[in-house]
């Protein structure tokens, strides 16, 4: 889900800029030496493994590509065919910056996976490294609170119904929503009235592709809990130190080829969680 993009906060795309420039900080020239070893555009998930065999990925916007209906068309959406296999890594990043659509995706898993390298050459400084957890679990969300779920995320929602928290779906279509899930919906429409109930604020990283996420988080009361999750958080957290509470859920892929292979073939999140990338938590200490 996609929330309408909020004015200019003075954030813009600050958490991907920042987490570029965390990377190009801690691997030095070697972030310039990384080139792309292999790269997959799949239905679900974009997902770029450098030459030193360490992956990222990133959520396709499909619905950031209405132009890709015919074979000239589709030519102008679909970016670097046939030559992305040793492109250097940062200047795909880069992509991540300054373009939208497929363009985007690509450079925030090439991003993505020199995060994971870079996290891996300095180590954990700030926050620790929860290994196999769900980030849901390790927010602690009482039934006294209220919990702000950003997306109709089937099981979060479900976990909300079987703790008793008030909660609230902030979500552009309706239809994506069960019946008995309904009487929670919002409009995304309305995230500057609903968000700052949050005592607990739960975001896709799909909101690092379309923009969205720094509007959310400056609508979130400074005390409120919030938590990133999804294949597309970077490995890296240090964008995201700054904001007190803040909790990070994402994957390290430990089987690249097999990931690639499940992704071409039109394989989702539940096709590799845990069987190719196992789920981790960045936490604040």
Known sequence: MSVPRPK????GASYLERT??????ILGPEAEARTVGRATLGLFFVAVTLDSGHTGLCATPLKDIPEAVCCPSSAMAMPFPGK???????????????????RRALGIAALNALAHLAAERRGPRGYRVVED?????????????????VGAFGPFLKALRGIGARHFVLEKDPATLRPDEMGHFRPAESYPRIVPQADVLLITGTTLVNDSLPGLIACARPEARVVLVGPTVPMLPDAF???RGM?????RVADAEALHEVLAQGGSGYHFFGKYAPKIVLAQD
């Not at 570029?20 to 900080?25: E, F, G, Q």
């Not at 957890?133 to 779920?149: G, L, M, N, Y």
Request: aromatic share 2%; hydrophobic share 45%.
């Open 241 to 243: 130190l700054d904001r």
């Open 133 to 149: 957890a769900d980030a849901f679990d390790i927010a602690r969300i009482r039934p006294d609170e209220t919990a702000v779920v």
């Open 8 to 11: 200019d906060t003075g954030e």
């Open 84 to 102: 992305l296999r040793g492109m250097g890594a940062l200047r795909l990043a880069q992509e991540a910056l300054s373009h939208a659509g497929l």
């Open 247 to 251: 909790i990070l859920g994402t994957v």
């Open 20 to 25: 570029c420039d965390a990377v190009t900080r």
